[in-house]
C-alpha cells in the first residue's frame, strides 16, 4: 500500500500551525537574538576593523550539528521529496568553504525544543510538532507505522534528544558561519 504522507508546504494553513507550535517549544529565537545582541556586534567590528566594505550573504537559521541534523540526514529520503526544499547542513557549507579553500568561522548556538508532546497519543501540539520536524502533513496519521516506531525511538536517543526534568528536548542546534573573502 502507498504512503499517503505529503509535504508540509502543500498545506500553508498546517504549515503555520506547526511553525508556531514550533516556535512556542524552541530556544531557536532566543539564541539567535542573543548572539544578534553579544557577539554580532563583535565579530562585524572585528571584521570592520580590516575591511572597506563587509558583504553580508544570509543572516538566517539552519541546522548545526544537531538532531535535526542527523535526522535529516537518516530520515530524509523516507519523508515527502514533493517540495522545493533541499536540505544543507552548516557541516555541509563549511565542507564545501574547505574545498574551495575559503577563511570562515563557525559559530555554534545552542538550541533545543521541547518535543515531549510528542509522545502521547493523540496529542494536537505533538501532532503538529511532529508535522514540522518531519516537514510531512499530518505525519501521525499518513506516515507508516514502522517509520513512525523507528522515527520515535531515535527522538529519544542521546544521539537527537536530551532528557531533562521529565522532558524530551531535540537537539536544535544551529550554526553562524562568516566567511572571510
Known amino acids: ?34 548572539f544578534m545582541d553579544k557577539k554580532l556586534p563583535g565579530i562585524i567590528g572585528r571584521i570592520g576593523d580590516t575591511k572597506s566594505e ?17 535526522l535529516w540526514k537518516k530520515y530524509g529520503s523516507r519523508f515527502p521529496q514533493d517540495d522545493l526544499c533541499q536540505y544543507i547542513t552548516s557541516d555541509d557549507l563549511t565542507q564545501m568553504l574547505d574545498n574551495l579553500g575559503l577563511k570562515y568561522e563557525c559559530y555554534d548556538l545552542l538550541s533545543t525544543m ?3 508532546d510528542c509522545f ?20 501521525n496519521a499518513t506516515a507508516p507505522p514502522d517509520l513512525r516506531a523507528e522515527l520515535g525511538k531515535d527522538l529519544q536517543e ?10 524530551v528536548l ?5 550554526s553562524f558561519i562568516v566567511i572571510e573573502a
Not at 531535540?170 to 544551529?174: K, P, Y
Open 1 to 34: 500500500m502507498a504512503s499517503s504522507m505529503r509535504s508540509l508546504f502543500s498545506d500553508h494553513g498546517k504549515y503555520v500551525e506547526s511553525f508556531r507550535r514550533f516556535l512556542n517549544h524552541s530556544t531557536e529565537h532566543q539564541c539567535m537574538q542573543e
Open 54 to 70: 563587509i558583504k553580508i550573504l544570509s543572516i538566517g537559521g539552519g541546522a548545526g550539528s544537531s538532531g535535526w541534523d542527523k
Open 114 to 116: 521541547d518535543i515531549s
Open 120 to 139: 502521547i497519543d493523540g496529542n494536537e501540539n505533538g501532532d503538529l510538532l511532529w508535522d514540522f520536524l518531519t516537514e510531512t502533513c499530518n505525519f
Open 158 to 167: 542521546p544521539e537527537f534528544s536530551a532528557k531533562k526534568e521529565g522532558k
Open 170 to 174: 531535540f537537539n536544535n542546534t544551529l
